[in-house]
């Protein structure tokens, strides 16, 4: 998107001003400290349509169409991690803490966000589509979209693995869902490749983490969603990411938004590497 500069510029001057007053501070494994991120953010959309009403009964077992939220998930506690947690987290250099120049987000060279930082990050804007067999979730934000299958299929338990045969790892993992009741969506997500975070604190994960999405369809015109993550290997218990709040767009329409790297690397050489240097 054409503006992504100016976001990227206005997005660093907010988190410098707004983070000391309302991000928690989080120390090597976390230890019950609140999740590292600004709550919520803005989207002007979202704010045009909260107060819209329900528009009536939920349809049954049924997410399909446009919806939009805020920027960031709400809320979260981030459990004390394992040594092994420990040590991935000391090596995730996020802006907060190594500056901008010196950060290795993978999102500052518009690498893929993965799952599930797709969906804690810049989520303004999320589509269904359902299938016989499948949904397929669709991202605002570089227009990704994720396979949900509705079949029945287990996950795959040797991801990574080095028989012949075993699936490789995927920035969005691998994805099965089912229904619960007549109005929650529950999505379980595994084989994620570990080169990604879960969110822009720099929280690593593991292969073998199990995220678990349940999107609960409360009325016509609203939806919720809620992230846990089990992944022993890293940490000491499973934990939630959040709680998301989505309200339908009534003209069904998703804008471009798109990380594009030669604008990127415009800001860092215009914005970004002079900020980081003393």
């Known amino acids: 998107m054409r503006n ?6 206005f997005g ?13 501070q989080a120390g090597a494994g976390g230890n019950n400290s609140s999740y590292d991120r600004l709550a919520g953010g803005t989207n002007s959309l979202y704010d045009r349509l909260k107060d819209a009403g329900t528009g ?4 049954k077992r049924d997410v399909t169409g446009v919806w939009t939220g805020l920027l960031e998930a709400l809320g979260g506690v981030v459990p004390p991690m394992t040594p092994l947690g420990e040590k991935r987290f000391s090596m995730n250099k996020t802006e907060r803490k190594a500056g901008w120049a010196d950060s290795n987000d993978p999102w500052k060279t518009c690498d893929p966000f993965g799952f599930p930082r797709s969906a804690v990050n810049e989520i303004t804007g999320i589509a269904f589509a359902q299938m016989p067999d499948k949904i397929i979730v669709l991202h605002q934000y570089n227009r990704i979209w994720r396979e949900v299958w509705m079949d029945g299929r287990e ?5 990574g693995a080095t028989e012949k045969g075993a699936p490789d790892p995927r920035y969005y993992g691998y994805s099965v869902g089912r229904w ?7 999505v379980d997500t595994t084989g994620l490749d570990d080169r990604t975070w879960l969110t822009e604190a720099g929280y690593p994960h593991s292969i073998d983490a199990h995220v678990q999405e349940r999107f609960t369809r409360t009325d016509h015109n609203d939806l919720e969603l809620s992230l846990t993550v089990d992944d022993p290997k890293l940490y000491t218990k499973p934990f939630s990411l959040g709680t998301e709040y989505f309200r339908w767009v009534p003209n069904q329409f998703l804008e471009e938004r798109l990380c594009i790297p030669s604008q990127v690397i415009e800001y860092l050489k215009a914005v970004g590497d002079p900020a980081g240097k003393p």
């Open 4 to 9: 992504l500069i100016a976001r990227l510029i």
């Open 12 to 24: 660093l001057m907010a988190a410098c001003i707004l983070a000391p007053m309302v991000m928690g």
């Open 56 to 59: 009536g009964p939920p349809p």
């Open 155 to 159: 996950l795959p338990k040797n991801v």
């Open 180 to 186: 619960e009741a007549d109005n929650t969506l529950v």
